[in-house]
């Protein structure tokens, strides 16, 4: 147990007992654990009672705390959403969260413009756009988008509309296929554009029995009209939107919106589903991954991913449907209306057609971790034979089951990079990912360049005590491995298994042999070693481009007088590149914080002159 200061004890006596939030840290400042209170003196102290933790998973945690920040709400229910937040934002250890780290997309349609555009983002924003997700089905959700944007003719286009004063548009391809009414020239006023968009919303919000009864509406209308050309485009509508939505419908007696959630677990692993039921329809199905620990309760980790989950959920049910009770299911229902503006129902059905509907989520739930884990033992099983095939074909002493491989980047005679990755077990650990700015070196010298990068990493990884790896990879022939064994020899690492792989014909060159050796083409060991050698190119590539991207920036902005390192961040956050700039007018500059019109007119002056990077 670590040893906590006299300042821990302080703080510890004198806990508030406002509600709030807690984050615990460990000995290296980092969180490790956040937590809600309605009263946080009674809370935070349970967890150093003299009598110990209450379960194993506290057990665990406790003695790793030496420290903790509060952080005071006004009520429950915000501490709730904070919790929620910083457990998102942080994604500490022993908390439950989300296992992928990558941000769901949302599909944003800009109602804050006045002919809205839709669009696929990663990120909510309180910017007056409607967004709809998250959805993890990443394809099937574009391919329904391509297909309303396309029926609902929106725009694909980011064009100001109205357009600025003195400045007029053409319509463009999608016009003439008659994929848009051409809003920038104004062939197509506000409101019949604003039709269009709020049929697209309705389809994505699950209305179509409502949407279909008002474009039949519209379809007899315009027939009686003789507007035959506008009857047979509802027409049109009417029947596609029966290829949009997925075809079940399911009958509870009634039609309210509501979410059915449930979980499958086996260990550490858990999958959460969430079926979306609209008008009676069953509109979308999300999938998550959780991350959890073997005592976690299954009331912990459901409460915690459904708390996670419509803490980023933009459209909110009238009902949702739970397999069990959640003790803070109160506090969770009036969270919800507040977020929603109305009653937000959370319930475990006992009996009848519901309880179908959570049997039905959770064999979902089961399945997808069914796949999962035996996706799991296939790969392990596949990577086994990998590196066991590997360890024969080096004749290596022991398995290669941890691997780092390094990598050169080097374009003309500055932006040097070095990468470095790390596979475990045949996987990547992207955690132990390096990469390295070439120092004191111009050039094309690869040789010298590998040494360093090589001699910075090893140097750094003994002054850590961290295990060495199994084996080193470099990418390269001959020269590249003499300088990678040079530098180990002189670090005492002599010892250190070590290999090289040519791009051109795959050739594996080892220490101490004079030609290469050949691995079968297509064999695993192969495989894998192409594997590795290609993620670490991929890493320096992609760091070489930033690094050259950043000094590409600073060079050109940086010489424009008026345009300091703020100006210059803001111009890079609104329009994302140099060349974008350079596309733009004037008054789009100028909307940027602290560019006026006359250093907007200078900006462009500047880079119009500029050769293109």
């Known amino acids: 147990m670590v040893k906590r200061s006299e300042d821990f004890e302080l703080k510890l006596k004198n806990l508030p007992t406002s509600p709030g939030v807690y984050l615990f840290k460990n000995a290296q400042g980092r969180i490790i654990y956040i937590g809600k209170a309605k009263n946080l003196r009674n809370r935070v102290r349970t967890y150093f009672h003299p009598s110990g933790p209450a379960d194993a998973k506290t057990a665990r945690l406790v003695p790793q705390v030496t420290d903790f920040e509060l952080m005071l709400t006004a009520n429950e229910?915000?501490?709730?959403?904070?919790?929620?937040?910083?457990?998102?934002?942080?994604k500490p250890k022993y908390n439950v969260s989300l296992k992928d780290?990558?941000?769901?997309?949302?599909?944003?349609?800009?109602?804050?413009?006045?002919?809205?555009?839709?669009?696929?983002?990663?990120?909510?924003?309180?910017?007056?756009?409607?967004?709809?997700?998250?959805?993890?089905?990443?394809?099937?959700?574009?391919?329904?988008?391509?297909?309303?944007?396309?029926?609902?003719?929106?725009?694909?286009?980011?064009?100001?509309?109205?357009?600025?004063?003195?400045?007029?548009?053409?319509?463009?391809?999608?016009?003439?296929?008659?994929?848009?009414?051409?809003?920038?020239?104004?062939?197509?006023?506000?409101?019949?554009?604003?039709?269009?968009v709020n049929s697209l919303t309705m389809v994505l919000r699950g209305r179509t029995k409502e949407l279909r009864e008002r474009l039949t509406e519209r379809m007899h209308r315009a027939s009686e009209e003789l507007r035959f050309e506008d009857a047979r485009q509802f027409r049109d509508q009417i029947d596609a939107l029966g290829s949009i939505m997925i075809k079940q419908n399911v009958d509870v007696g009634e039609v309210v919106d509501r979410d059915i959630v449930s979980i499958a677990r086996d260990g550490?692993?858990?999958?959460?589903?969430?079926?979306?039921?609209?008008?009676?329809?069953?509109?979308?199905?999300?999938?998550?991954?959780?991350?959890?620990?073997?005592?976690?309760?299954?009331?912990?980790?459901?409460?915690?991913?459904?708390?996670?989950?419509?803490?980023?959920?933009p459209n909110l049910p009238e009902e949702v449907l739970l397999p069990l009770e959640l003790s803070d299911a109160e506090l969770l229902a009036a969270w919800l209306k507040q977020e929603k503006g109305s009653v937000v129902r959370i319930r475990v059905p006992k009996v009848g057609e519901k309880v179908r509907l959570v049997d039905l989520a959770a064999r979902n739930a089961q399945?997808?971790?069914?796949?999962?884990?035996?996706?799991?033992?296939?790969?392990?099983?596949?990577?086994?034979?990998?590196?066991?095939?590997l360890k024969e074909a080096l004749h290596l002493s022991n398995s290669p089951r941890t691997m780092v491989c390094f990598d050169i980047s080097n374009t003309g005679e500055t932006d040097a990079v070095g990468s470095c990755v790390f596979f475990e077990n045949g996987r990547p650990k992207k955690s132990e990912y390096r990469r390295f700015r070439i120092k004191g070196m111009r050039g094309q010298d690869d040789f010298s360049m590998m040494r360093q990068v090589v001699g910075r990493?090893?140097?750094?990884?003994?002054?850590?005590?961290?295990?060495?790896?199994?084996?080193?990879?470099?990418?390269?022939?001959?020269g590249q491995l003499s300088s990678a064994k040079a530098e180990l020899v002189?670090?005492?690492?002599?010892?250190?298994?070590?290999?090289?792989?040519?791009?051109?014909?795959?050739?594996?060159?080892?220490?101490?042999?004079?030609e290469p050796i050949t691995i079968r083409k297509g064999a695993p060991a192969?495989?894998?070693?192409?594997?590795?050698?290609?993620?670490?190119?991929?890493?320096?590539?992609?760091?070489?481009?930033?690094?050259?991207?950043?000094?590409?920036?600073?060079?050109?902005?940086?010489?424009?007088?008026?345009?300091?390192?703020?100006?210059?961040s803001a111009l890079m956050k609104q329009f994302g590149s140099v060349e974008q700039i350079r596309q733009s007018n004037v008054e789009e500059i100028s909307r940027v914080k602290g560019i006026t019109a006359d250093l907007a007119r200078t900006i462009l002056q500047h880079l119009n002159a500029a050769p293109v990077a």
């Not at 959460?272 to 959780?290: K, S």
């Not at 140097?459 to 001959?478: A, F, H, I, S, T």
């Not at 192969?526 to 600073?554: C, G, M, P, S, W």
């Open 77 to 90: 229910v915000e501490s709730l959403i904070l919790e929620a937040n910083l457990v998102h934002e942080h």
């Open 101 to 196: 780290d990558k941000h769901f997309p949302y599909i944003k349609v800009t109602t804050n413009e006045s002919f809205p555009r839709v669009m696929i983002v990663r990120r909510l924003a309180k910017d007056g756009a409607t967004y709809f997700g998250p959805f993890t089905q990443g394809q099937g959700m574009r391919r329904t988008l391509t297909l309303l944007t396309r029926l609902f003719t929106i725009r694909s286009c980011d064009l100001i509309i109205p357009p600025p004063e003195g400045k007029q548009y053409k319509v463009c391809l999608d016009y003439q296929m008659k994929r848009c009414g051409g809003p920038c020239e104004g062939l197509q006023s506000r409101e019949e554009y604003a039709e269009l």
């Open 268 to 313: 550490v692993d858990a999958v959460a589903v969430v079926m979306q039921l609209r008008e009676g329809v069953l509109i979308g199905r999300q999938d998550f991954q959780l991350h959890t620990a073997v005592d976690d309760s299954n009331e912990t980790v459901l409460e915690t991913f459904v708390t996670q989950y419509y803490n980023h959920q």
């Open 367 to 389: 399945l997808l971790l069914d796949e999962i884990l035996i996706q799991r033992r296939t790969h392990a099983e596949r990577t086994s034979k990998m590196v066991t095939s």
């Open 457 to 478: 990493y090893f140097y750094r990884r003994r002054e850590e005590n961290k295990p060495m790896p199994d084996l080193v990879v470099v990418d390269g022939g001959k």
């Open 490 to 514: 002189s670090l005492g690492l002599g010892d250190q298994p070590l290999a090289a792989l040519a791009k051109r014909l795959e050739e594996l060159y080892l220490p101490d042999h004079q």
């Open 526 to 568: 192969l495989l894998l070693l192409k594997q590795i050698r290609d993620e670490a190119h991929r890493f320096a590539i992609t760091y070489n481009r930033k690094v050259r991207t950043r000094r590409t920036v600073r060079s050109v902005l940086d010489d424009i007088k008026g345009v300091g390192p703020s100006r210059r």
